[in-house]
């Protein structure tokens, strides 16, 4: 990105007129230690912001040309004497060589933006142990979570949030500021103690998705054995034929359709099972169990790993017939119909249960791409949560149905033709259908009206059990106390 751009507000930039902090915090030299590539994104995020920059350095005449030119580049001593907010841009394994700084540094406070190369790589963070090795300056950690193309792109282009704690909360304040000015959203962690775990953050991948993957890898795994028993080593023990081609297309294009619909009847089962609990005891107040709890928090990965297998179906099913073996059998049945002089191979049902197979798959597949664009976080923050609530719940539920009628379109009549249970096993689409079938059956019958009511009650506070007190006049025109019961 060229210098003129990065000089550009930023979006969602704060204004600064009318906000005396923010003027006063835009102002203020800022000194950075470090002359890595952090340290010099570091410094141009700053400069384009407003701050005045002051940058130490070892060497600070072969550095120079690596900075902005309004940057000033000097001796860690120098740029530590003109400046009272330092950034700390350099690794752990360096901190001691600041020691000769200690008298200098007193007073000032340091942000550390240092990261590890292993999760709980030290027993204590490396604030800590930077606050250890200075005890006379206040520490504060913080923008370890952001990149360096981050601040260089800004913050438009990289997540927004900037992770601060710290054990003073006037030194916490101004960092604060500093990071608003800059275009990020400062999020208060807490004391120094929360350093170890914002840390960690960098190194973990993708933390949320482990679970849902292993979910998908697992269904995989269960639909790929099913059908390649049904497809392959079927035909090979009761026909002595050769059926192993179809193994890298035509097994894995009829796995990954199972594995999207099951994964996408598992987004919503999990909500089907809260309102039976809820239901059961009466309360949205008792806590829903650990398992289901971590179900409810992993719909989002889970949706969208069912959208990546349904799109993974479509491009397979566009490529069947580029496949050699098609056109083998293209030309085979077309031999075989010259040779028994068949004229008109024309079957209706046949034609028209995969119009509308093909149709229906389409439609469900748009919504599918609906329901994840609209969980990206810049298309789900533009919208209220009226319109988030309808397209995830209420079109999320509508793909289930249209998914479901892709599959009955496409078993049609097959579940009752005894050619299709090889081994005794039913075809794999009858299986799929338990989950989802379970859903919407369950989703009919909370829509009742005796039913819808009184889960909505629910879920507005009322308890199942309650006692509420209450205050009527007497005869004598005292006040006397009683109770009822809510279920009354």
Not at 282 to 310: E, M, N, V
Request: net charge positive.
């Amino acid at each position: 990105m060229s210098r003129g751009d990065m000089a550009k507000p930023l979006l969602g930039h704060r204004s600064m007129e009318g906000d005396p902090s923010m003027t006063t915090a835009a102002g203020r030299t800022i000194g950075v230690l470090g002359s890595g590539d952090f340290a010099r994104s570091l410094a141009i995020r700053l400069v384009c912001s407003g701050f005045k920059v002051v940058v130490g350095s070892r060497n600070p005449k072969r550095k120079a040309g690596l900075f902005p030119s309004t940057a000033e580049v000097t001796f860690q001593a120098e740029a530590v004497k003109k400046t009272d907010v330092i950034f700390v841009a350099v690794f752990r394994e360096h901190y001691s060589t600041l020691c000769d700084l200690a008298d200098v540094l007193v007073g000032k406070i340091l942000v550390d933006v240092s990261n590890n190369t292993e999760i709980n790589h030290h027993k204590e963070s490396n604030a800590e142990y930077l606050a250890s090795l200075f005890p006379a300056c206040t520490v504060v950690k913080g923008f370890n979570v952001v990149s360096a193309w981050t601040l260089q792109s800004g913050a438009r282009d990289g997540n927004k949030q900037v992770l601060i704690c710290s054990n003073n909360q006037e030194a916490k304040r101004t960092v604060a500021e500093i990071a608003q000015v800059m275009g990020f959203t400062p999020v208060d962690m807490g004391c120094m103690s929360s350093a170890h775990e914002i840390e960690n953050i960098p190194l973990r991948l993708l933390p949320a998705w482990k679970i849902p993957i292993f979910l998908a890898l697992g269904l995989f795994l269960c639909f790929f054995t099913y059908n390649l028993i049904r497809q392959v080593i079927h035909p090979y023990i009761r026909e002595q034929k050769n059926k192993l081609y179809k193994i890298p297309i035509e097994v894995v294009n009829t796995t990954l359709p199972c594995v999207a619909y099951v994964m996408l009847s598992l987004v919503y089962l999990p909500g089907v099972l809260a309102a039976c609990l809820q239901l059961y005891y009466g309360t949205k107040y008792r806590r829903f169990p650990d398992w289901l709890d971590q179900w409810l928090q992993h719909r989002k990965q889970i949706g969208l790993l069912s959208f990546f297998c349904a799109a993974l179906h479509a491009v397979y099913s566009l490529c069947l017939p580029m496949r050699r073996s098609h056109r083998y059998q293209l030309i085979e049945t077309a031999v075989k119909q010259a040779v028994e002089k068949k004229m008109n191979i024309w079957v209706e049902e046949e034609v028209w249960r995969m119009e509308i197979y093909i149709s229906v798959g389409i439609i469900a597949l748009g919504l599918l791409s609906l329901l994840a664009i609209t969980s990206l976080p810049s298309i789900a923050n533009s919208l209220n949560w009226r319109e988030f609530s309808f397209i995830q719940s209420t079109l999320g539920f509508i793909a289930l149905v249209i998914s479901t009628l892709h599959t009955l379109t496409y078993g049609w009549s097959r579940a009752f033709d005894e050619n299709q249970y090889k081994f005794y096993l039913p075809p794999t689409y009858t299986l799929t259908l338990l989950v989802p079938c379970t859903v919407i059956l369950a989703k009919v019958i909370f829509s009742l009206p005796c039913i819808q009511q009184r889960l909505l009650r629910i879920r507005r506070g009322w308890e199942k059990g309650r006692y509420v007190k209450f205050v009527l006049p007497s005869a004598t025109g005292e006040y006397s106390s009683g109770e009822t019961s809510s279920n009354v």
